[in-house]
């Protein structure tokens, strides 16, 4: 029986993992296809805005990287302790980069007079979104749904384009 990633993979112990993504139905990352004759170059430079974009919001960095056609490598570095010091408004600040806000929070940034349920609520909200943000698996997600939705709209279909989820290894 298949054992969950948090039980295979302590991030505390070894912060490095290298983590693979695989298209499914032929899809292509990069590269030409043969057999359409289509390229899909510009695609290579969709995974690497996003990998920024999600960098500069995770405490999740890139060791190296290598896009192939139908899958890519990652070394990533997970920083949990880097999530730990951020203050609450770099948290919220991070977390809107990638994601949707939350109303309550939006009220906390604003000064709003808020009753000491709302300030709790707010607390609880930016420590689940500071922990998220140190999260592979969330990382992972945010890569690939993104990608997807790009490629299965350029591709004009719908359904998956990843094999199900990433693989990881710890180094």
Known sequence: MAQARRE??????????????RCVRRAFIFGKDKESGRDYSHRRQWV????????E????????????????????????AEARDWSNDEVIERWCRVYAGHPLVARYQAKAELSEAERYA?????????QR??????????????????ANKEDGCKG??????YRSQAL
Not at 8 to 21: A, D, K, R, W
Not at 48 to 55: E, F, N, P, W
Not at 57 to 80: E, G, T
Not at 122 to 130: A, L, N, S, T
Request: some cysteine.
């Open 122 to 130: 707010v607390g609880e909200i930016i420590e689940k979104w500071r």
């Open 160 to 165: 998956r384009f990843w094999e199900g989820r």
């Open 57 to 80: 919001a995770y405490a999740v960095k890139i060791c190296a990287y290598a896009i192939m056609s139908n899958h890519y490598h990652l070394v990533v570095h997970v920083n949990q």
């Open 8 to 21: 295979l993979i302590n991030i505390e112990e070894s912060p490095y993992v290298h983590v693979i993504g």
């Open 133 to 150: 943000l140190s999260d592979l698996s969330w990382f992972m997600s945010s890569l690939n749904e993104h990608i997807a939705r790009a």
């Open 48 to 55: 690497l805005d996003r990998l920024k974009t999600l960098c």
